[in-house]
């Protein structure tokens, strides 16, 4: 099992560009989340998906949008790039009724300049 | 309102015991989690409580108190690979599934 992967490991944007983070799991885990972690700072929820077809919004969702067509994939899109949105960003998903033991992926360092 | 509180940093010596506390405020609590994470590196799962008492996973150990809001991480026989930053999460039950909110998190500095 690969676990959860995450694409691109790094991507430098433009302000107002737009761009999509990939995150899939191959262990067919029902749960999975989006968070960012800035600096000396936790980590914050930003979308999550209890299952193919349902999504919810987190602590921070304004500027992105997530879809969740298959168990695998969970992406997340930037919809116009801000520097507020330079950050790290994981993806993380767990076993149904598990989902605080969640797996997650090594992480997108994305800048926006 | 909601929130987590865990000291910023803990250091402590190779072979010593280290507690890293953790209190939480919030409605519709469900558990506590704890996490590890290293310089550059993705979070890790290390325990979880959803009911009162203690946990032991080898030479961690987790403790909850639903009724003080509070929990700890108990790591012993420190080594210097436990150097990293520790983050306590709480979870809330929705409608939607559980939802983690994550402390700020505890850098563990493991010194000679």
């Known amino acids: 099992n690969a676990g959860v992967t995450q694409t691109p490991k790094f991507q430098v944007l433009k302000t107002g560009q737009s761009m999509t983070l990939q995150c899939a799991q191959d262990?067919?885990?029902?749960?999975m989340s989006w968070y960012r972690q800035d600096p000396g700072m936790g980590l914050r929820l930003i979308h999550y998906?209890?299952?193919?077809?349902?999504?919810d919004q987190g602590e921070v969702p304004n500027g992105y949008n997530v879809s969740r067509s298959t168990t695998e994939d969970f992406p997340l899109r930037l919809l116009s790039a801000a520097p507020s949105q330079t950050s790290v960003y994981f993806c993380?998903?767990?076993?149904?009724?598990?989902?605080?033991?969640?797996?997650f992926g090594p992480g997108t360092r994305l800048t926006v300049t | 309102g909601q929130s987590l509180e865990q000291p910023s940093e803990v250091t402590a010596v190779e072979g010593a015991i280290v507690q890293i506390n953790c209190t939480y405020q919030?409605?519709?609590?469900?558990?506590l989690s704890w996490y590890q994470q290293h310089d550059g590196g993705a979070p890790t799962f290390l325990s979880y409580?959803?009911?009162?008492g203690l946990e032991e996973t080898g030479r961690f150990s987790s403790f909850l108190s639903r009724s003080d809001s509070y929990g700890y991480l108990l790591l012993q026989e420190l080594q210097m690979k436990d150097s990293a930053s520790y983050f306590c999460?709480?979870?809330?039950?929705?409608?939607?599934?559980?939802?983690?909110?994550f402390g700020t998190g505890t850098q563990l500095k493991v010194e000679l």
């Open positions: 409580n959803a009911l009162d």
């Open positions: 919030t409605s519709g609590f469900y558990g």
């Open positions: 262990m067919n885990h029902e749960y």
């Open positions: 998906s209890v299952g193919a077809g349902i999504t």
């Open positions: 999460a709480y979870s809330i039950l929705t409608g939607g599934g559980n939802k983690l909110t």
């Open positions: 993380a998903s767990s076993p149904k009724g598990r989902a605080t033991e969640q797996y």
